[in-house]
T-cell receptor
């Protein structure tokens, strides 16, 4: 049981380049999330998904797109990277229940540097 | 909208001393609150969560937090700090259709020998 995994661990991009971050979970979770972490700002929600084929915008969605073609995978895309997207990106997943206190399980993160 | 505020971006304690990390929330409905810990270069790990079953919540590694509605607080404590507790700690509140988390800005805990 690997939990939540993220690929790649680290990436350097030039401004304007594109890339896709992959998140995979093996816990059969319905809900998946992408966050970015910046110093002094905690984690902020970019996009999330409540199930296969569905996605929704979070707090800071501009410049990102996502897809959830398979239940276990959640992809985050940057079409034209900007220096402001330099950050650490975390994926998380959780069960879909009526409980508001459902635990989210986090991946190890992807460090992205945009030059 | 629900939010959390963490007072003190950096906290230093001596090994063996009390750890107190502060979190205040703003919510118009009963909040569901979490504390997560992040060790260097790792993802976030759940320490504990408030589910309204009990106001004093015990978590992993000897941490606990008390929900105080009158003070809108959910402070994290540990009676005796250990060097291995050095990490960044985040308070968060759950809301929305997908139980999205809104995080505080984090508190970096340093444990001095």
């Amino acid at each position: 049981n690997a939990g939540v995994t993220q690929t790649p661990k680290f990436r350097v991009l030039k401004t304007g380049q594109s890339m896709t971050l992959l998140c995979a979970q093996d816990m059969n979770h319905e809900y998946m999330y992408w966050y970015r972490q910046d110093p002094g700002m905690g984690l902020r929600l970019i996009h999330y998904s409540v199930g296969e084929g569905t996605t929704a915008k979070g707090e800071v969605p501009d410049g990102y797109n996502v897809s959830r073609l398979k239940k276990q995978n959640f992809l985050l895309g940057l079409e034209s990277a900007a220096p402001s997207q330099t950050s650490v990106y975390f994926c998380a997943s959780s069960y879909s229940t009526s409980r508001w206190a459902e635990t989210q399980y986090f991946g190890p993160g992807t460090r992205l540097l945009v030059l | 909208a629900q939010s959390v505020t963490q007072l003190g971006s950096h906290v230093s304690v001596s090994e063996g001393a009390l750890v107190l990390l502060r979190c205040n929330y703003s919510s118009s409905v009963p909040p569901y609150l979490f504390w997560y810990v992040q060790y260097p270069n790792q993802g976030l790990q759940l320490l504990l969560k408030y589910t309204s079953a009990a106001t004093l919540v015990k978590g992993i590694n000897g941490f606990e937090a008390e929900f105080k509605k009158s003070e809108t607080s959910f402070h994290l404590t540990k009676p005796s700090a250990h060097m291995s507790d050095a990490a960044e700690y985040f308070c968060a509140v759950s809301s929305g259709s997908a139980r999205q988390l809104t995080f505080g800005s984090g508190t970096q805990l340093t444990v001095l020998p």
